[in-house]
């Protein structure tokens, strides 16, 4: 399988953190090469297959790069980099060892329903974002 000519950023759709998250994002990347789907998604549980995923992923977000799936921290730092100044310079967290990053990421995703809360829908995006959801015929 090819990999996804655009990064993929997969995130939990129950999530009001997560959907936050995607909201802020999409704004600052004004090049526009992200894409987005829930990670409850059909179109996301295919894609996720067809790289060879198997068994349950983290508790995280994810990001689909060049063939590659990045989870927890990395995801994120990675993200940062499609965003405008000076959100790419928080790569440099990229640094910091995965036995010390993984586990304060895996605490707060454990925590985000309780301080942030659960939703029943997915977020809706505005009609200028709507092709970026590579879902959006799901919802």
Do not use: K
């Amino acid at each position: 399988m090819s990999a996804p000519s655009h990064p993929i950023v997969l995130y939990d759709g129950t999530c009001s953190f997560c959907s936050r998250c995607v909201q802020f994002l999409l704004p600052r990347n004004r090049s526009g090469n992200l894409r987005f789907a829930s990670l409850q998604s059909r179109f996301a549980q295919d894609l996720l297959a067809r790289l060879g995923v198997q068994g349950r992923l983290p508790d995280s977000v994810v990001l689909v790069e060049h063939g590659r799936v990045h989870v927890r921290l990395a995801a994120t730092l990675r993200m940062c980099g499609h965003l405008r100044f000076p959100w790419p310079l928080f790569r440099v967290f990229l640094l910091v060892p995965r036995f010390l990053a993984d586990p304060v990421y895996d605490w707060f995703a454990r925590n985000r329903y309780r301080w942030f809360a659960r939703q029943d829908r997915c977020l809706l995006p505005r009609p200028e974002w709507r092709d970026r959801f590579l879902d959006a015929g799901e919802r």
